[in-house]
């Protein structure tokens, strides 16, 4: 049996250096389609930003005590990351982006037991100070941080108030 490690260092900087080959080579042969590139890929993080944001907003929308949410992508990438004290997303420190890669993770980790014990729905975490849940959606996991006077039921409320949004609003979300 032959096992094969990939390293996603490994594997992203190659994507890295491939993109940056392209790029060069665009910008050799024909400048004006390079920059009809750049464009049109800045449109599309637009547009996902724009879905993205939308559906944080929603989510925000649903509970007052929630105080920051993070969403993920299956790979523990972020999505976006943002306080309810404010409007738009804020930009993650390195400590984040580690502990949003690692929730990803643990969801993976957690999707192993999904055939014997059942599927994860959310994970809820209560410390001194505040809570936390993660919810595990297809293709996304939301995490938010709860002000510590909401209750555990309250909480699964929450949990399942989220999984009942629009569901084309999480779908665009989670397909962009």
């Given at each position: 049996m032959?096992?094969?490690?990939?390293?996603?260092?490994?594997?992203?900087?190659?994507?890295?250096?491939?993109?940056?080959?392209?790029?060069?080579?665009?910008?050799?042969s024909?400048?004006?389609?390079?920059?009809?590139?750049i464009?049109?890929?800045?449109?599309?993080?637009?547009?996902?930003?724009?879905?993205?944001?939308?559906?944080?907003?929603?989510?925000?929308?649903?509970?007052?005590?929630?105080q920051?949410?993070?969403?993920?992508?299956?790979?523990?990438?972020?999505?976006?990351?943002?306080?309810?004290?404010?409007?738009?997303?804020?930009?993650?420190?390195?400590?984040?982006?580690?502990?949003?890669?690692?929730?990803?993770?643990?969801?993976?980790?957690?999707?192993?037991?999904?055939d014997?014990?059942?599927?994860?729905?959310?994970?809820?975490?209560?410390?001194?100070k505040?809570q936390?849940?993660?919810?595990?959606?297809?293709?996304?996991?939301?995490?938010?941080?709860?002000?510590?006077?909401?209750?555990p039921n309250?909480?699964?409320?929450?949990?399942?108030?989220i999984?009942?949004?629009?569901?084309?609003?999480?779908?665009?979300?989670?397909?962009?």
């Amino acid at each position: 049996m032959f096992v094969l490690k990939i390293n996603k260092q490994d594997v992203f900087e190659t994507i890295t250096q491939v993109y940056d080959k392209f790029r060069e080579n665009i910008e050799r042969s024909n400048s004006q389609f390079c920059n009809t590139f750049i464009f049109n890929q800045k449109t599309c993080f637009a547009l996902v930003n724009e879905k993205i944001q939308k559906l944080a907003s929603q989510i925000f929308k649903v509970e007052p005590l929630i105080q920051h949410l993070g969403l993920i992508d299956l790979e523990g990438h972020i999505l976006t990351d943002q306080s309810s004290a404010s409007s738009v997303p804020i930009e993650p420190n390195e400590d984040r982006i580690m502990f949003y890669y690692q929730v990803g993770l643990r969801r993976g980790r957690r999707e192993h037991f999904n055939d014997v014990y059942g599927t994860t729905e959310y994970i809820h975490i209560i410390r001194k100070k505040m809570q936390q849940i993660v919810l595990y959606l297809p293709m996304i996991t939301i995490y938010l941080t709860l002000d510590r006077r909401m209750t555990p039921n309250g909480v699964g409320q929450l949990a399942e108030k989220i999984n009942n949004l629009d569901s084309k609003l999480l779908s665009d979300a989670i397909h962009n």
